[in-house]
């Protein structure tokens, strides 16, 4: 079971755009079973390899994205840029000491910051894009 999926409303129309939302959406499921798992006492690389997959991965995705909106002229590009690179930060704030010494809280305080970001941005600002 699921905890993330891409419901049929976070779909853009842009295929590109919701192929990658499905793999964001798919990192996510992996840090929520992660945390569920209670077979692997000792999670910290785990988690640092979902916040590394992250890192490589909204980085090319928000490249991508960019891109198409530079293209298509979008209006409201500065705003999406300024999300993403608070994502980006907020990613990168994410230090192996802290991770290592406080594993569920940093869990949990991930899948909190993907949920709100997964569904505030992609349904409410990447689906006008495709408008």
Do not use: C
Request: no cysteine.
């Amino acid at each position: 079971m699921a905890m993330y999926e891409m419901k049929p409303e976070y779909y853009t129309g842009i295929n590109f755009i919701d192929e990658e939302h499905k793999k964001l959406f798919e990192i996510a499921n992996r840090a929520y079973e992660l945390l569920m798992n209670e077979f692997i006492p000792d999670k910290y690389d785990y988690i640092m390899e979902v916040i590394d997959e992250l890192k490589d991965y909204t980085k090319y995705h928000f490249d991508h994205e960019e891109t198409y909106m530079n293209n298509i002229k979008y209006k409201r590009f500065l705003s999406q840029k300024v999300s993403h690179d608070d994502f980006i930060e907020k990613i990168n704030s994410y230090s192996s000491e802290i991770v290592d010494e406080q594993q569920r809280e940093s869990l949990l305080e991930l899948l909190e910051f993907l949920t709100t970001w997964l569904v505030e941005h992609i349904y409410k600002q990447d689906k006008l894009i495709a408008e």
